[in-house]
């Protein structure tokens, strides 16, 4: 792969990641069905790569990468239902965006459990989240769906922020391709009770939409990302995939005419800055930008 081709395939991964809120709102089933079946078809996704695509050998696993895979499956789950029920409840910008808080939840809490001292641009890296999670909502009124919604997608940020740093603990020893394949199984086992009995009651156009979003939005997404990183700088890396919230905003508007007010762009436009300036700042390994790719 040539470092063109390479960020080419940066970006179709990034436009995939994008459309998770988007094939979330399609598909017509409770947030616990799509969840369940994304996890499922992404493992059948990341197995198919890493039997016939990755090159990357397998790591014998000891308690407590176990443990650690256990904990940050758990995490995923949340994180993935909190985002659906975001999605379906406020729809899919401000989901999106309320999710792309988690570079601030990232930085307080690695300040808080690695006893790391905050910079100067971390603290502005928060504060310009903030600003622009005031800036998205309309009105903080927890009797609007926005409010509510915006509440969702900001917990789904911090638990994406707990796993991350899950991830980070053990990418030096598991591979990311692994590590998401035992995640997801996770996630799988822990939404079977509560989806099993609304299985039958989703249709097959909704079972097209969760296949494509555990396929192409995590199998295939994750899957890029890896292999564009044996080329691609992990900070280019780490940029690009600042992008995905462009790309599932711009999506929605197209599909479900999710017209974004002037204060809602302004808000969305800090936080991606913020998320970007965090990305070109941080000294992030190609093994914690896979790891947080697996994530999401």
């Not at 499956?73 to 909190?82: E, F, K, P, T």
């Not at 997608?153 to 990311?176: D, Q």
């Not at 711009?250 to 017209?259: R, Y």
Request: one cysteine or more.
């Amino acid at each position: 792969m040539t470092p063109r081709t390479a960020l080419g395939a940066l970006h179709i991964g990034a436009l995939m990641f994008g459309l998770t809120g988007v094939f979330g709102k399609l598909a017509a089933a409770s947030p616990a069905v799509i969840v369940f079946g994304r996890a499922a078809f992404a493992v059948l996704a990341l197995a198919f790569f890493a039997r016939f695509a990755s090159n990357t050998r397998w790591q014998k696993l000891e308690a407590v990468d176990w443990r650690r895979l256990l904990l940050s499956g758990l995490l995923l789950a949340g994180h993935w239902v909190s985002f659906f029920i975001a999605v379906k409840v406020a729809g899919v910008a401000i989901a999106t965006l309320g999710f792309a808080s988690f570079p601030a939840f990232t930085v307080i809490l690695e300040g808080l459990i690695f006893r790391e001292r905050i910079r100067a641009n971390e603290i502005l890296l928060v504060v310009l989240v903030s600003v622009g999670l005031v800036l998205v909502t309309p009105a903080f009124d927890l009797g609007t769906g926005a409010t509510v919604g915006l509440l969702w997608a900001v917990g789904s940020g911090l638990l994406f922020a707990l796993l991350s740093l899950t991830n980070r603990a053990s990418s030096g020893r598991i591979p990311a391709v692994q590590a998401a394949l035992c995640q997801n199984v996770v996630v799988a086992l822990c939404l079977l009770p509560v989806a099993a009995p609304q299985l039958s009651e989703v249709h097959a156009l909704d079972w097209l939409w969760i296949g494509l979003l555990g396929v192409f939005c995590t199998g295939v997404a994750h899957s890029l990302f890896v292999a564009s990183l044996a080329v691609i700088k992990a900070r280019t890396a780490a940029v690009v995939f600042a992008m995905e919230p462009i790309y599932g905003i711009t999506v929605a508007w197209l599909l479900f005419d999710e017209n974004p007010t002037p204060r809602m762009l302004l808000g969305g436009a800090l936080i991606i800055v913020a998320i970007v300036v965090s990305s070109r700042l941080s000294g992030s390994s190609k093994k914690t930008v896979a790891a947080e790719a697996a994530s999401h």
